[in-house]
């Protein structure tokens, strides 16, 4: 059982577990009343694993940060993936009934990182900020944010310059299928070149079953804030994620449907997907991240620059907004008082509460 730090406010509730600090339980209230737990929990999460099993995989839920994201090939005596922040212990440095900062346990190439996570009243949304103080060097970074889809997802997001997948496959057999043929750039999303030689409509999900895929969209730096949305039409919700591009400048995309094959995955671990908002080149190594790879030669960096008196700071907020009758996938998310507001091709809106400032630094 994870040892947890929770918190709540009157239309949001979860908790941080105190391993790997992932987010457990994140229950959002609408505006009707209803509670909705959209956040992904992975099966064997009660289960007895191997001794092998790194933490992030035994605690597998809701976001979590990841220092470096991605496979850890760099750092060492650290060859856990997603690495120390994913994985190790975070120590409560302070709390309140809607608020926690939380410290990292050791340090990540020198740095010391902070956690702060907090919930507001009157929205459902979650707010969360890492500081990297010190260190030094290269370092890929992300949130790893996950959602359940019981049903059809339409997917919506900001601006971009590149829609790309990895280099090599996700998977291989007879350990897994990959669903997109590796090492393409995608120029409609629509019709992504799948493995198997057919093709895939990423907009929406589950798009396959059977398969995992992973794809990466090089957000539009030039916008004040980007946005990731997933519109569940059946339950009546949008989620949202916002972050600055800056920051953050690259969102990838993980369709997990039951395309891994071995344990503790064993062919179960369907209807998930990642919409993790990084620094990185893809999920691939640290030292592929460092790099200097085609995307952070184009504009894109798929690193964060530690020094030993500079500070990192990365902010990411997610939330959710009831859905009117008929919305569709995400179109635009703009800036309005109190929040944002959400539009589809058809002229739908819908309004989320949050305080845009917490990512862009500008006072409304």
């Known amino acids: 059982m994870a040892n947890l730090f929770p918190i709540a406010s009157n239309r949001t509730s979860l908790a941080v577990t105190q391993t790997g600090g992932h987010l457990s339980g994140v229950t959002f209230t609408l505006r009707d009343g209803r509670q909705v737990r ?7 999460v009660n289960e007895t694993l191997p001794d092998d099993a790194p933490p ?39 709390s309140s009934t809607a608020q926690l900062d939380a410290v990292l346990d050791g340090d990540v190439m020198g740095a010391i990182i902070t956690k702060h996570v907090d919930v507001r009243p009157g929205e459902a949304a979650v707010y969360q900020r890492h500081t990297l103080a010190g260190g030094r060097g290269r370092l890929p970074v992300g949130h790893h944010a996950m959602l359940r889809a019981e049903h059809p997802l339409q997917l919506g997001f900001s601006r971009w310059t590149q829609a790309l997948t990895p280099p090599e496959p996700v998977e291989t057999p007879p350990h897994g299928r ?16 799948r493995a198997d030689g057919g093709h895939a409509d990423l907009t929406v999900y589950p798009t396959a079953d059977g398969y995992e895929a992973i794809w990466m969209l090089v957000n539009d730096q030039t916008q ?7 519109t569940s039409q059946t339950e009546g919700w949008i989620w949202f994620g916002l972050k600055n591009p800056s920051v953050l400048p690259q969102t990838l995309m993980w369709f997990s ?3 891994h094959d071995y ?21 691939l190594s640290h030292a592929k991240s460092a790099g200097e790879k085609p995307v ?35 179109t635009d998310i703009r800036e309005t008082t109190g ?11 819908a309004f989320g509460a949050c305080d845009t400032s917490f990512i862009t630094g500008k006072q409304a």
Request: proline share 6%; net charge neutral; with cysteine.
């Open 38 to 44: 959209p956040m992904h929990l992975a099966p064997w």
């Open 56 to 94: 992030v995989l035994r605690m597998l839920r809701g976001d979590f940060f990841c220092a470096p994201f991605g496979s850890s090939d760099v750092i060492s005596g650290e060859s856990r993936v997603h690495g120390l922040a994913a994985n190790g212990t975070w120590r409560l440095a302070k």
């Open 178 to 193: 990959p669903l997109l043929l590796n090492d393409q750039a995608i120029t409609d999303l629509r019709t992504a070149k």
């Open 224 to 230: 004040s804030f980007a946005w990731t949305a997933a």
């Open 257 to 259: 449907n039951g395309g």
């Open 263 to 283: 344990a503790p995955w064993n062919g179960r671990h369907k209807r998930v997907i990642g919409l993790e908002e990084i620094c990185g080149y893809f999920h």
């Open 296 to 330: 952070a030669a184009a504009g894109s960096p798929t690193a964060v620059d530690l020094q030993p008196n500079g500070v990192v700071s990365i902010s990411y907020l997610f939330g959710l907004a009831d859905a009117p009758s008929g919305f569709g996938a995400v």
């Open 339 to 349: 929040g944002v507001m959400l539009s589809d091709a058809a002229g739908h809106t």
